[in-house]
T-cell receptor, first 112, second 115 residues
Framework: QKEVEQDPGPLSVPEGAIVSLNCTYS??????FMWYRQYSRKGPELLMY????GNKEDGRFTAQVDKSSKYISLFIRDSQPSDSATYLC????????????FGKGTLLTVNP | GAVVSQHPSWVICKSGTSVKIECRSL??????MFWYRQFPKQSLMLMAT?????????EQGVEKDKFLINHASLTLSTLTVTSAHPEDSSFYIC???????????FGSGTRLTVV
């Protein structure tokens, strides 16, 4: 079993839809959770950073962490064509271990 | 916000030659930088952790003599792909942690094509 599982998609939605992206993980030591957006041939861009279980909202984006279920989600409201990208979840245990473990990434296309 | 600059953005080289990729933290000091490799439609694979003033820590299966990492200052890490072969063609990305902010900042990546 991989440490982080993420459905690679692809996921195609109409403009304005609510998008739900998810990752599961097996390492209970993971405490810090991130969502990155990566456009084709570019480096990943940090979207959301969360530490504790619960929800965190930033504009159209909401990150959700459920440590008891080892499950994290990213919701995108009112999706736009410019949201079309690959979304990667990433996590680590923090402290002296700074290495990030990534999911495979989900390719999202928002159709106008 | 934290900015990581990576150069070149793309490079084509002949088989057998060496290529150097630079990663700079522009507005913060980074004692640790990370080098990743990404194949098409796949996730990022950590190659090594670059530590300022000391040897890099390589992940299992990564040839340290082939992928030379130098982190000579708090703002610059370099990855040199030595004696490159077509199978080394990939997208290489660096990242660093700005302690003033959460998360890790990534460079824009370098697409290496070995012909």
């Amino acid at each position: 079993q991989k440490e982080v599982e993420q459905d690679p998609g692809p996921l195609s939605v109409p403009e304005g839809a609510i998008v739900s992206l998810n990752c599961t993980y097996s390492n209970s030591a993971f405490q810090y959770f991130m969502w990155y957006r990566q456009y084709s041939r570019k480096g990943p861009e940090l979207l959301m950073y969360t530490y504790s279980s619960g929800n965190k909202e930033d504009g159209r984006f909401t990150a959700q962490v459920d440590k008891s279920s080892k499950y994290i989600s990213l919701f995108i409201r009112d999706s736009q064509p410019s949201d079309s990208a690959t979304y990667l979840c990433a996590m680590n245990s923090g402290g002296s271990n700074y290495k990030l473990t990534f999911g495979k990434g989900t390719l999202l296309t928002v159709n106008p | 916000g934290a900015v990581v600059s990576q150069h070149p953005s793309w490079v084509i080289c002949k088989s057998g030659t060496s290529v150097k990729i630079e990663c700079r933290s522009l507005d913060f000091q980074a004692t640790t930088m990370f080098w990743y490799r990404q194949f098409p439609k796949q996730s990022l694979m950590l190659m090594a952790t670059s530590n300022e003033g000391s040897k890099a820590t390589y992940e299992q299966g990564v040839e340290k003599d082939k992928f030379l990492i130098n982190h000579a200052s708090l703002t610059l890490s370099t990855l040199t792909v030595t004696s490159a072969h077509p199978e080394d063609s990939s997208f290489y990305i660096c990242s660093a942690k700005d302690n003033r902010a959460h998360g890790y900042t990534f460079g824009s990546g370098t697409r290496l094509t070995v012909v």
